[in-house]
């Protein structure tokens, strides 16, 4: 357990002495916009109060799906009240108010003093009402500022205008690592801008595009070809790029199979790569898994709920045989009848590396339930280590009348 640095009564001090003079900042500002009575302000009274005697909090928390909010969430409003204190004391290096009703015009407020902040490094704004232009302030915002390491607008409908802001945005800024565009309306013109800037840019390492389907579920092979075809010119180049999330976004086999997983298996830069809900079948499956065989980088692999059935789950258990860097695996919901279960199983003879695997949803019988419950115990040898623990896998089996069964249970990995 890593050790937590003693911090000096004069830190303490002067940091009691900044949440005093924030919540001072927030008072006045609250007076002139009559806005004393909200939620969110007692909340953060409250929250600052409780700091005499330790150090405050450095994230500021205001999360509209969880009480006191849940009845009166964040608006434009209450936002612009808190950019007073926020501008005036720098005490939060995280913000985030997910699950509000923030607008464009409380965005651009944040975003313009964000355009001379020095302190905050993390923005999370999931699921509030922020469109085209909100997304625009924001992307203008982040190529002055040179301090926000992570932003997070998923579930907001910022679109084509500002998803192209955004990846312009990319060009320039050099310090943003964590960016999440998930489920943020984004047309095809700005997924593939964001690939083309991300072979240039070094500084991002996490990006979730998921659940932005519309341009390639209905698309012309072409138009879904430009998006693969991009992104594989992109991971082939890319080198900084760690945890890529492309869940939900209408994938299919030729896409993959053409060049997508080709190129995964040439990237040396990523660690986490989640294709979870796409339409890959056994063609696309049999691909990525073969080109993953010796692949030395790639530590995670999401694909649930797609459907690579028996043939795909063969060409796992070869991948599994000889890959040795793979250390979960999430294959759930993919149509695998027992066939394939078994000849997933079958590798565990030999692959000792792999530690997480998800596999629930798919057609199980006894004998393969009886396969991987033997996977999960020592069958009674005290020198003998089961090959999984329960935590690792997201089944769990029981007997009734002889005949073992399987059910579904939380992994906590």
Known sequence: MPLVPKI?????????????????????????SDVEDAPAIGL?????????????????????????????RLDDTTLRVLITPLSSVPLFKKLEL??????????????????????LETIILKSNNIASDGGSALAHA???????????????DIGKGGGMDLASMLQLNTTLRTLN???????????????????????ITVLDLSDNASPTSSATQSLQNAFTSHWSRTLRVNSTLRELRLRKMGLTDWGVVDDFASAVGANKGLRVLDL??????????????????QQPYLRSLFLSSCKIQDQGAEECRKMLMSNT?????????????????????????????????????????????????????????????????????DVAFYTVSGVMHVAHQDSDK
């Open 276 to 293: 979870s809900g796409n339409k890959i079948t056994q063609d696309g499956s049999c691909k990525l898994f073969m080109e993953l065989r």
């Open 142 to 156: 982040l190529t002055l500022n040179d301090h926000v390491k992570e932003l997070d607008l998923s579930n907001n």
């Open 325 to 393: 860097v793979l250390k979960k695996l999430t294959i759930d919901n993919n149509g695998i009848t027992s066939v394939g279960l078994k000849a997933i199983a079958q590798a565990f003879q030999q692959n000792t590396t792999l530690q997480s695997l998800k596999l629930w949803g798919n057609q199980w019988d006894s004998s393969a339930c009886e396969v991987y419950n033997a996977l999960q115990t020592s069958n009674g040898d005290k020198n003998s280590k089961p090959r999984f623990s329960a935590s690792d896998l």
């Open 181 to 203: 565009l998930s489920g943020c309306s984004l047309t095809l013109d700005p997924l593939i801008a964001l690939a083309t800037v991300l072979r240039n840019n070094a500084t």
């Open 98 to 119: 997910s699950y509000n009703k923030i607008g464009d015009d409380g965005v651009m407020e944040l975003a313009q003093f964000l355009t001379e902040d020095k302190f």
């Open 8 to 32: 000096s009564p004069a830190v303490r001090e002067e940091e009691c002495l900044k949440a005093k003079a924030w919540l001072q900042h927030l008072a006045d500002s609250c007076r002139q």
């Open 44 to 72: 953060i009274q409250s929250l600052l109060a409780e700091t005499d005697d330790s150090m405050p909090p450095t994230a500021l928390k205001l999360m509209g799906n969880e009480a006191p909010l849940r009845e009166q």
